[in-house]
């Protein structure tokens, strides 16, 4: 009976010597910059009508030129993704209105063809694009984003442990975010003569950030 009593003592003290050891919390972020050597054009096919008839056929003129304008592009299926076409409707005034819906999208490594596709875009009736930068070298921005992250920690919890009289221990628990690399600018009826054309031709570049929790332990 004594022998149990001192196991359970010895536990006990075992237990709360665990919980009350001292911890410290640190958040950090590290960021690179990666070249944009991408770029993500999202194209929306929109139409209003007064008839549903009137918007189907209207839309369908446009997703033709669309689907033609890529593919004497030489844009294969890889570089491309599209909804399917929508059409509803809206009360304006005593009458309907029809209204079609529909989203494509695009992955562009010539900033050239970008250029031109939006002007082409505009002079055929499109009223709705967007592009944003991204980049083919975001997994290798995203490790090197996450070691200097982990980096940053280290060195803060190493610089709190110091200050505070005691050693940095190891860790105890990790959470991870990564940011999406993206960057971008919205167009809406561009002037055709595109007089900000010229900005395309500097190097880009486009951040890539991780954000890092780490919980460490203290020595005394």
């Known amino acids: 009976m ?17 919980f009350s050891q001292s911890t410290v919390t640190v958040d ?3 960021e690179i910059l990666v070249p944009a050597d991408i770029v993500s054009f999202h194209i929306n096919i929109r139409v209003t009508g007064e008839t549903p008839s009137e ?3 209207k839309h369908k003129e446009q997703e033709r030129y669309l689907a033609t304008l890529i593919s004497e592009r030489g844009l294969d299926n890889e570089n491309l993704s599209f909804q399917p ?3 509803g409707s809206r009360q ?5 209105e029809y209204i079609s819906n529909q989203n494509v999208q695009l992955r562009l490594n010539d900033f050239d063809l970008f250029e031109e596709m939006q002007v082409l875009l505009i002079e055929n009736g499109f009223e709705n694009f967007s592009g ?7 997994q290798q921005g995203e490790n090197d984003a996450l070691d200097l992250a982990i980096e940053n920690a280290r060195t803060k919890a190493e610089r709190i442990a110091l200050n505070v009289g005691k050693s940095l221990g ?10 999406p690399v993206t960057r971008g600018y919205d167009v809406m009826m561009m002037d055709a003569r595109a007089e900000s054309a010229g ?12 954000s890092i929790r780490i919980v460490y332990k203290l020595i005394d």
């Open 2 to 18: 004594k022998s149990l009593l001192m196991l359970i003592l010895f536990f006990l003290f075992t237990s709360l010597n665990g």
């Open 28 to 30: 950090a972020t590290g």
């Open 55 to 57: 918007v189907f056929e």
């Open 85 to 87: 076409m929508n059409i």
């Open 92 to 96: 304006v005034r005593n009458t309907s």
């Open 132 to 138: 944003r930068f991204s980049s083919s070298k975001r």
């Open 170 to 179: 190891e860790v105890k628990t990790i959470d991870h975010t990564a940011a």
């Open 199 to 210: 900005m395309m031709q500097f190097e880009q570049t486009v951040p890539v950030t991780s």
